[in-house]
């Protein structure tokens, strides 16, 4: 093992990463934050119809896309949880040297 200091490239190269990383987890939160408030206007909007409307609405296969894309969305959700510890992580390690 090398005890020598990582030089600039290598730093630049990691807070480069760093920057990338917190981008992503930017957008990402963003577009989440986006389908959650677009699953409370649908929910809004559905409970207008009338019964016979709402059922023949969520027998659709349009529905049954949005229920997998609405589990999908929770399923990155919990992701980027876990994405976000990582990062935090990596910025602890990183500030303890």
Do not use: C, V
Request: hydrophobic share 40%.
């Amino acid at each position: 093992m090398s005890d020598k200091l990582p030089s600039h490239k290598d730093r630049a190269a990691r807070d480069l990463n760093r920057t990338q990383a917190q981008l992503a987890y930017s957008i990402i939160e963003t577009l989440l934050e986006h389908a959650r408030a677009a699953n409370d206007m649908i929910a809004l909007m559905a409970q207008a119809f009338d019964q016979d409307a709402l059922s023949a609405l969520t027998t659709t296969p349009h529905w049954a896309a949005y229920l997998e894309s609405k589990r999908a969305m929770e399923r990155a959700r919990q992701e980027l949880e876990q994405f976000t510890e990582i990062m935090m992580r990596l910025s602890e390690e990183e500030e303890n040297g």
